[in-house]
C-alpha cells in the first residue's frame, strides 16, 4: 500500500512539472511575440491612441463587409445598394452639378443635355462607365471620355475630341470627317479650307485606306489637295498644282504607284509643269496628258477613256 502511494504522488509530481514547464515555454513565446509587435508598432509612425482608433475602424469595417456578405447571400443586395443611395443623398453626396472639359469644337451643351437625367442622382447610385459608353455611342465628336465622381456632389466629364481630317463632298453639302471616317457635322466651303477633300460614293469608309496609302509617299502626302474615290476600287489624286494623279486598282498596286511617281517627281519635278494629267493605271507605265491634247483634267483620267497622250514615258 505505501508503495501504491509513493509511485502515485511521483507521477504528480511528473505532471505538475510538465505543466510548468509548457506554462513557462507559452510565457516565452508571448513575450517574444509581445516584444516584435511593440518593436513593429514602435517603428510606425502611429501613436497608442492613433492605433487603438485604426484596429476600431478595422474591426467595423469588417462587421459592415460581413454585413453585406450576409446580405448579399440573402437576396437583398439591391435593398441594401437603395438603403447606401438614400443615406448618401440625405448626407449631401449627390450630383447638383456637370463640369465639362476638354472640349474645342464641339458644343457642350451637347453634353448637359446628354447627362441632365444624373442631376439630383445620389452619389452611390451614379455609374461612369456607362455614362461613358452613352457618350461615345450618341456623340460624334466624342471619341473617349473619362467621367469621374468629385465628391460631395460634382460629376466631371473630361471629353476627348475627334480631330477633323478631311471634308467629305456631298451631294448637297460638304461633312468634316476624321481620319477613320466618322462624320462630325455640316462645314461651309470657307471654313473647310487646307483640309483634304474626299469626293465619291464610299469615300469616307475609304478615309483609313487613303491615310495608309499616303503614308506611303510622304513628300507627296502634303501636296494631295483632293482624293476621288473611283468606281468603288481605286483613286484619282488631286495636287495643290491642280494636276491628277490616276491610281491603280488594289492598295500594293496603288501604293507602289504612288511611291514610284514620287521617285519619278524627285528626279524630273513631275508637279508644277505642264502635264495636266499622270495616269498609272496600267503599270508600269506612265502615260502625260498634256493641256492641248484634251479638254479638263479630270477627263483625261476617268475610268474607260482614252488616254490621248502627246507624249509617253516607261519608267521601267
Not at 156 to 171: G, Q
Not at 265 to 292: E, I, S
Amino acid at each position: 500500500m505505501a508503495q501504491q502511494i509513493r509511485r502515485s504522488s511521483a507521477s504528480s509530481v511528473r505532471r505538475v512539472a510538465k505543466a510548468e514547464s509548457r506554462s513557462l515555454t507559452a510565457r516565452k513565446a508571448r513575450g517574444q511575440a509581445s516584444g516584435v509587435v511593440d518593436k513593429a508598432m514602435g517603428v510606425l509612425p502611429f501613436t497608442e491612441d492613433q492605433w487603438s482608433r485604426i484596429w476600431l475602424a478595422a474591426i467595423i469595417g469588417g462587421a459592415v463587409a460581413l454585413a453585406l456578405v450576409i446580405a448579399s447571400l440573402a437576396g437583398v443586395p439591391a435593398l441594401v445598394h437603395v438603403q447606401v443611395a438614400k443615406v448618401a443623398a440625405d448626407a449631401g453626396f449627390k450630383v447638383e452639378g456637370l463640369r465639362v472639359t476638354g472640349n474645342q469644337r464641339m458644343d457642350e451643351g451637347q453634353v448637359y443635355a446628354l447627362v441632365a437625367d444624373q442631376l439630383g442622382q445620389p452619389m452611390p447610385q451614379v455609374d461612369p462607365v456607362t455614362i461613358r459608353t452613352r457618350l461615345r455611342e450618341q456623340l460624334r465628336w466624342v471619341k473617349d471620355a473619362r467621367v469621374s465622381i468629385q465628391l460631395p456632389h460634382t460629376l466631371a466629364i473630361d471629353i476627348v475630341e475627334r480631330t477633323p481630317h478631311a471634308v467629305l463632298e456631298k451631294p448637297d453639302r460638304l461633312v468634316l470627317i476624321d481620319a477613320s471616317g466618322v462624320e462630325l457635322e455640316p462645314v461651309a466651303a470657307d471654313k473647310a479650307k487646307g483640309l483634304l477633300r474626299l469626293a465619291g460614293p464610299g469615300a469616307g469608309r475609304q478615309a483609313q485606306a487613303l491615310e495608309a496609302l499616303l503614308a506611303a509617299a510622304p513628300a507627296l502626302a502634303p501636296k494631295v489637295e483632293a482624293a476621288e474615290w473611283v468606281g468603288n476600287r481605286r483613286w484619282n489624286l488631286t495636287f495643290t498644282t491642280g494636276q491628277l494623279l490616276a491610281l491603280p486598282e488594289g492598295e500594293v498596286e496603288a501604293a507602289s504607284a504612288l511611291v514610284k511617281f514620287a521617285r519619278l517627281d524627285g528626279k524630273n519635278r513631275l508637279l508644277g509643269g505642264k502635264v495636266v494629267a499622270f495616269d498609272m493605271r496600267t503599270p508600269p507605265r506612265l502615260y502625260l496628258r498634256l493641256p492641248d491634247a484634251v479638254g479638263a483634267p479630270k477627263d483625261a483620267a476617268a475610268d474607260g477613256a482614252e488616254v490621248g497622250a502627246e507624249s509617253e514615258e516607261d519608267p521601267t
